[in-house]
């Protein structure tokens, strides 16, 4: 029914103009698709193809935009970076009432224009103003040969392959992007057709023709999908597009429009096959219907209804086993022990994937291999990235591991770090035996057109030097269904044998849909949402289909979609947020529902509600159980290969080494006690209560010069530094002000609790005010000034009441000068609040000791000079901060520091 309305203006308009413009129209038509798409001999759409492989073209030009298209796009303003400008580098975007300094350097502009005709995975919105052979002076449409230490196979044509490799870093990744964007061009890497194992009948018979009915404006006879194709428009075509949409039936109509329903039309609307007289666009050979007659096929798949799951297994039924496949990353590892714990029983298997950079997980999770049989840790592990193709060669992996581990297991269940169960073991066991054999995946529910176009699934993602790079868009191979939704899934053994047999080394054992599959998804962003769920859908396991991923998860789209992933994929996507105690009703909501886990949880943002699950499932913990409200995360540890440490994190931690032990000597009664501090071995964040209790510092110390070194632990807690300078409306609002890095947006903190910055820190300004009942907004401007009195950046912010909390990072040139750094804040014309922060000397570069000649370029300041001029109007603001001459010669002394003296340096500025 959707296209109704469409239609009826169309009606109008076509109904007077019909007789006179109608033929003339046609004939030019006729003529055009002569001209430009001729078919060659065996049917191939070369023209088509080519439109495609050109880098412009969707396969559907005039989608049914106004079906939801203006939902979409309202909510694209509401919660999407827009980027309005890609080439000015200094422009100022509107981010939800908070205007950043776009930090773009010039050369860069082009990682913005990728970003312009974003859309955004699971219930991520598109823009499609593909903006076409717009030349702006720069030179796009050609490859800079000179920066490249290859020559091409091809010449590389399509604009956002250029532009991805010339932004790539290393040269093996544009050598890849270059390979892979050649092969695309010669038509050599994606499979054209796929086979299709799911038929409507015993046998696929794809494109049998029905004949030519009668459809009525008001009542359509095929009313689930609607296209007009004004170029392309063919029964194969269309066939292939409803097929690819998932519906049983399609129809071609008026020459240029499409139609896909899930119910045959009754006979009583059939005409005779000449009343469908319209030559259809792509070939006026053939017909595509008339006016308000159309031509229906069968596209040889069964309307899909998914299985509905058994509530209770039968008596007497074998209880399945289930093997957790736990890909973790991260250093939550009190949190991972604890989610085993909750799930463990000996009858079930942990297979457990930690990230190849994650040294301490890894070290850490060993230990319970040792101990417990049914544990396991992979082995061969993958560096993944958000969205990246990665992910399913890790997933595919796994389960290829879980295959031949020996392990009797029934099921497979996807997990993280950041899950729990919200059920009992028991009860998971008990639905899960009852559903032997069932596929649980869970559907996007929308139009497949529009999820193809919002999840990317229609552009080629190339991923190397750990980003996804777009380098086009391309054509999806026909006669399968595409089908795609949650991540999150519980597959049956049968099911992931079949899957695996993409990382099956033995070509004659591969399937043939998998395998294509297996190509596609190389180059799919996101592809673990559409995968599992496609083979599912095309596949002889199509009736062991459930649309229920069993997970509930925390959407908080205002909050958890703000493009945060732009750096290492160029798309937006959306993240679900952490729950918090104030969610629990929505946990609660699950009890009588199929769901049995819950995402996400994170024990730094909220352990109380992982508490309270648990004690929902399990019942109350005894009363004398210790640091139940506790919490503790390693954020270094001295072992850790990778990721590498951080510099200004390694720095702090030695230096309150030294504060610490020094102080140790104070107190000493002895007086000779000489505490000498080794090697930092740990630094760990301490939350009580949900709260940031500090950190702890661990490290070797020595006594006395003794040979046998002792560990000691340090306790500290950063100090705040804010002040108010003038009491006003709005700073008796403030709550805080404070500079840290690592700003999360979706959970609106820093997770660097201990604000640890150093000369390569991206420092970002987080202030908080409590929220007024009365809306208002203010206008405010932060001043930021370097440790030698110079004003060197000034970020205009817009607050607003629904944005009580938020963040601004200024545009900053590295390395920043270290020292003890200032930022003001301006309202009306006054300076009303201040708060300041420490930028540390580094005593490490890499993990090593730093050299002289590093410290005196590091120490200095940024090579290049921030330009003053545009400040001086914020100048007068500032009061009179001393002699700035003094503090600038003080810089410059401070920069020469080296050794013990730049030691002593580093331990004043921290003991503040
Ligand atoms: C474009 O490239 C040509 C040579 O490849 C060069 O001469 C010209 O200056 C470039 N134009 C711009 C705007 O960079
Ligand atoms: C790209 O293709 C060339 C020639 O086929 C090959 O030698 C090279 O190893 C490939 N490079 C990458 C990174 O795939
Ligand atoms: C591949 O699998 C087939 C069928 O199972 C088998 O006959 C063949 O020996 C295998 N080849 C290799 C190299 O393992
Ligand atoms: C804040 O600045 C904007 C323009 O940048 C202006 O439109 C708005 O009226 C100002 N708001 C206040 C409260 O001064
Ligand atoms: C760094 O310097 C300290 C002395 O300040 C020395 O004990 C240590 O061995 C040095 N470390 C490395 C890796 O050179
Ligand atoms: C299909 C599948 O296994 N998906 C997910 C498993 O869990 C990770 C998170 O750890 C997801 O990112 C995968 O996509």
Known sequence: ???????????????????????????????????????????????????????????????????????????????????????????????????????????????????????????????????????????????????????????????????????????????????????????????????????????????????????????????????????????????????????????????????????????????????????????????????????????????????????????????????????????????????????????????????????????????????????????????????????????????????????????????????????????????????????????????????????????????????????????????????????????????????????????????????????????TLLPAESFFHTALRNSHFCDTYVDNNLHVTNWKRRLGCKCQYKHVVDWCGCSPNDFKPEDWPRLQGTENRQLFFARKFEPVINQAIIDQVEEWLYGSYPDNVLNLKSYWQSIYHYADLSPPPDDSLLTLAASLSRLSSKSLVLTSDSGSCLIQPGKVIEVTSYHNNDNYKGSLVRYEATLNGDADPMQLETWVQPQQHMSIVKITPLTERLKSLLVSSDYDQKEQMSRNFLHYLGPFSEPSLVYQFSVNSQPSTYNVTFLWVDPAGLLVEASDVHIEDAHAINYVKPLLREPLLPGVWSVKMVHEGAVVAHTEFLVTPLEFISGANITQHQAGFLHSGPAQPYPINDLTEWEKLLENTGDRSALQRKAMVNARRFGLDLKDWIDNLNSR
Not at 23 to 48: C, H, M, R, T
Not at 312 to 320: D, H, L, M, T
């Open 1 to 523: 029914m959707a296209p109704t309305r469409t239609l009826d203006s169309r009606w109008v308009r076509r109904y007077r103009a019909f007789f006179i413009v109608g033929s003339v129209i046609l004939s030019i038509q006729v003529f055009l698709a002569y001209k430009y798409f001729p078919i060659d001999a065996d049917g191939n759409e070369s023209a088509q193809d080519h439109r495609d492989l050109s880098g412009r073209g969707l396969n559907v030009e005039v989608v049914n935009e106004d079906l939801n298209g203006g939902v979409s796009s309202r909510r694209f303003k509401e919660n999407y970076l827009v980027v309005d400008d890609e080439d000015s580098p200094s422009n100022s975007n509107p981010v939800n009432g908070l205007y950043v300094r776009n930090k773009v350097p010039p050369d860069k502009s082009d990682s913005l224009l990728s970003n312009r005709n974003n859309a955004v995975a699971a219930e991520k919105v598109p823009k499609l103003n593909n903006k076409d052979g717009g030349s702006t002076g720069v030179n796009r449409t050609s490859l800079r040969l000179e920066e490249l230490d290859f020559v091409p196979t091809c010449d590389i044509l399509a604009k956002e392959a250029i532009s991805a490799i010339h932004r790539a870093k290393t040269q093996l990744c544009k050598q890849k992007l270059a390979n892979i964007t050649c092969l695309i061009q010669q038509r050599q890497l994606y499979p054209h057709h796929l086979p299709n194992s799911c038929p409507s009948q015993d046998v696929f018979t794809a494109g049998k023709s029905l004949g030519c009915y009668k459809d009525e404006k008001t009542f359509r006879l095929l009313s689930g999908y609607y296209a007009n194709l004004k170029t392309t428009n063919s029964p194969k075509h269309c066939i292939n597009m409803c097929l690819q949409s998932g519906f049983p039936y399609a129809g071609v109509q008026y020459s240029t429009e499409c139609f896909c329903g899930n119910e045959e039309p009754p006979s009583t609307s059939r005409l005779p096959d000449s009343s469908c007289n319209m030559k259809c666009p792509a070939d006026p050979r053939e017909a595509c219907g008339g006016y308000f007659t159309i031509n229906v096929y069968e596209t040889g798949i069964a309307k899909f209804t998914p299985q509905v799951p058994r509530e209770v297994a039968g008596s007497g039924e074998q209880p399945v086993r289930i093997a957790f496949l736990l890909t973790l990353n991260g250093r939550a590892l009190r949190q991972v022990r604890r989610l085993i714990k909750v799930l463990f029983h000996r009858d079930h298997f942990f297979y457990i994937h930690v990230d190849a950079r994650q040294d301490y997980l890894f070290r850490e999770l060993l230990v319970l291999e040792r101990t417990l049989p049914n544990i396991r840790l992979a082995r061969r592990r993958f560096a993944t990235i958000w969205g990246g193709a990665s992910l399913l060669q890790m997933l595919l992996s796994s389960m290829k591991e879980l295959l031949d581990s020996g392990w009797e297991w029934d099921f497979i269940i996807n997990l993280s770090e950041s899950d729990f169960p919200v059920k009992t073991n028991n009860q998971l066991v008990d639905f899960l035996t009852a559903n032997k054999g069932r596929n649980f995946v869970k559907s996007h529910g929308r139009e497949v057109q529009r999820f193809i176009q919002k999840q990317g699934l229609d552009k080629t993602f190339v991923e190397c030097d750990a980003h996804m790079w777009r380098t086009g868009d391309r054509r999806l191979p026909w006669g399968i269904q595409m089908d795609g939704g949650s991540d999150w899934v519980a597959l049956s053994r049968p099911f992931v044998a079949y899957v695996a047999t993409a990382v099956e080394e033995n070509k004659s054992q591969k399937d043939s849909l998998v395998e294509g599959l297996n190509t596609i998804f190389k180059h």
